[in-house]
């Protein structure tokens, strides 16, 4: 099976995506206002080209449940196959203290613990932050300034998550 771990602020949305917002939407009440609806088209080719199904590492996972984000993105025009969610491995200490465990030991972990129920054959990780790296499996979808007016998950991002999840090792 091909897994992605996807990230959503800053891989579904961008500050292109904002610009049509005089305020900021409410997270809570206006959560569907942070979700674009191009950049999931965007996701839905990855899906469809690859046939993958989907691991939540965005810190999404800590508001909402996958059904929720399923019915999201589904009024967003993608249909997600998630099949689960990365652990949240940094305790209330640590976050108070500033230290949040990196994504990609989150990432390393699901795969360590799931690895060989899903049979995972490929996988690649979608994310605008760094700290998800895992070489070889990763797509950034910020490159540098993070105010540059366009970001997410764009036609280049595709083409290499398409080739990472499609390689025949
Ligand atoms: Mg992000």
């Not at 996701?43 to 046939?51: E, I």
């Amino acid at each position: 099976m091909r897994i992605l771990f996807l990230d959503i602020d800053g891989v579904l949305n961008d500050e292109e995506h904002y610009k049509q917002f005089e305020e900021w939407p409410d997270p809570n009440t206006e959560t569907e206002k942070h979700l674009s609806e191009e950049l999931c088209a965007n996701l839905q080719k990855v899906l469809d080209r690859t046939g993958c199904k989907v691991v939540l590492s965005s810190d999404w996972r800590k508001h909402f449940d996958l059904e929720e984000m399923h019915k999201m993105l589904l009024d967003k025009g993608v249909d997600v196959p998630f099949i689960g969610q990365t652990l949240v491995l940094t305790n209330e200490m640590q976050a108070w203290r500033g230290n949040y465990v990196q994504r990609h030991l989150e990432i390393r972990r699901w795969l360590n613990d799931h690895k060989e129920e899903f049979n995972v054959t490929q996988f690649a990780i979608v994310d605008d932050d760094p700290a998800a790296n895992i070489p070889n499996h990763y797509v950034q979808t910020f490159e540098g300034n993070k105010f540059e007016p366009v970001g997410g998950l764009r036609e280049e991002h595709i083409e290499k998550l398409v080739e990472i999840l499609t390689s025949t090792e």
